[in-house]
């Protein structure tokens, strides 16, 4: 086990102005091997396919054959990681895609946090492949042939063994450090039927309250060449949720800030929206069930070699599902050792009127926030306030505020404006962002006019 000794980068009064780097997430962005997620992708082309449906006895084809691998493969690289299967039954429909009963397990390695491990950061791809094999229906229409499906060979190397090999390369790199939160490095099944996998854990994970900071999903991140040509290795696409600033929205922009802070050469390209058009992923049931949670997609997909026998190992580009990787670790190391994000509001009454937890105009002008941290960590710095422009994508404006729990800006108008605080530790880790935002209209209560 390594243990890093932290230097520390925020000096009290000129946070603001500094970009903190934190030595044990640049070491751990440095170790994050293309090599390694290579051999990882053709082990797990190897098993031919990893259809739900397909053998579980078989030593070498089949989803049994590489989920025992994923968990052997989780289990070598530290004893510090917990490894399990979450498995769950699933009923089957003859008229649906799930057309028979089956048993799926998610492979799932738990890093325990050292000082708040019940917080949790996520990072997911899917191991489970589909070979879609149609037929001709009754009515003349192509219809999907199940049981030839299960039988076609599906080496999903990018669809999603490049998901599947980034989250093991980052358990292997990060369970050699240690965390202030809990790491979860899972690797879910049946995203192809239904996104049953991601649906069951986080139904069972909001049951449980799981204290699920943000969930990091990858899923195709392992083609640089789209199928007319185009090719870039350049950026990648995080999606998340509306509204604007939700905080899913917040952990994508948490995620393209931190990314830069240790690759600026490498992009991540925020999308305002969910997903792609007309698809889905395992972030969504994440989201379904309250949680924070953004996909992490190549712009650059090749449409031919989705859910076929050619998303091979050729066809594939890990030293992109490297860069990838490096961004989730940028943003993921960086939160497990961050402290929580502030709580806003008060915890005792305000004077004026307060909108949006915690905002207010004071005295008529300016803008008053205030905030709390129930059981704030011994070793906080302070907070920062971050502003910007309603129609801005990105904060624009930060001042770090010191250890309090008020703080005005004088002559800002908060009608114009989107603002909110982060907590920051002394070695300068930073939390996500509480944004202090109205809900949507339609939800609002009337007497609030
Ligand atoms: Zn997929």
Request: proline share 5%.
């Amino acid at each position: 086990m390594v243990r890093m000794v932290l230097v520390v980068a925020a000096a009290c009064c000129a946070y603001g102005q500094t970009l903190s780097v934190n030595p044990q997430v640049k070491e751990i962005v440095s170790k994050v091997s293309a090599d390694r997620i290579a051999e990882i992708q053709q082990k797990l082309a190897s098993f031919g396919t990893r259809n739900i449906y397909s053998s579980t006895t078989d030593p070498n084809r089949g989803i049994g054959a590489a989920r025992e691998w994923i968990a052997a493969q989780f289990r070598s690289y530290s004893p510090r990681l917990q490894v399990s299967f979450d498995k769950h039954r699933l009923k089957g429909d003859p008229s649906q895609r799930l057309f028979k009963d089956v048993e799926i397990w998610n492979v799932v390695a738990m890093l325990p946090g050292t000082s708040e491990p019940e917080r949790q950061v996520i990072i997911s791809g899917h191991y489970d492949t589909i070979h879609m094999v149609s037929k001709e229906g009754a009515n003349g229409r192509r219809m999907l042939d199940a049981e030839a499906t299960v039988a076609a060979d599906a080496p999903g190397v990018t669809d999603d063994g490049s998901g599947t090999a980034a989250v093991m390369e980052l358990a292997r790199v990060m369970s050699q450090y240690e965390f202030r939160k809990t790491i979860l490095f899972v690797a879910f099944a049946s995203e192809e039927y239904g996104l049953e996998g991601s649906s069951t854990y986080a139904e069972a994970a909001a049951a449980r309250h799981d204290q699920i900071e943000a969930v990091f999903n990858n899923d195709v991140i392992g083609s640089d060449v789209t199928g007319n040509g185009e090719t870039s290795n350049r950026y990648v696409n995080v999606y998340s949720e509306d509204p604007n600033d939700s905080p899913s929205r917040q952990v994508a922009r948490y995620m393209k800030e931190m990314n830069f802070r240790y690759q600026p050469g490498f992009e991540v390209n925020l999308v305002f929206r969910h997903d792609r058009f007309g698809r889905g992923g395992d972030h969504s049931p994440f989201n379904a069930f309250g949680f924070a949670a953004v996909r992490v997609t190549t712009p650059m997909e090749n449409f031919s070699n989705q859910h076929t026998a050619t998303d091979t190992f050729a066809n594939t580009a890990p030293e992109y599902t490297a860069l990838v990787a490096k961004a989730n670790a940028a943003a993921i190391g960086t939160l497990a050792l961050a402290p929580k994000a502030p709580q806003l509001g008060a915890t005792a009454p305000q004077p004026g009127r307060t909108f949006a937890g915690g905002l207010s105009r004071g005295s008529g002008y300016d803008a008053v926030m205030s905030w709390h941290s129930d059981h704030p960590e011994p070793d906080l710095l302070g907070y920062a306030v971050v502003m910007r422009k309603t129609t801005s994508p990105l904060w624009e404006h930060e001042v770090f505020v010191g250890n309090v729990n008020t703080y005005t800006l004088p002559r800002v108008n908060i009608d114009e404006v989107v603002l909110g605080v982060k907590a920051i530790d002394k070695d300068g880790n930073e939390s996500l962002v509480s944004a202090f935002v109205t809900p949507p209209y339609r939800q609002r209560k009337v007497e609030q006019y």
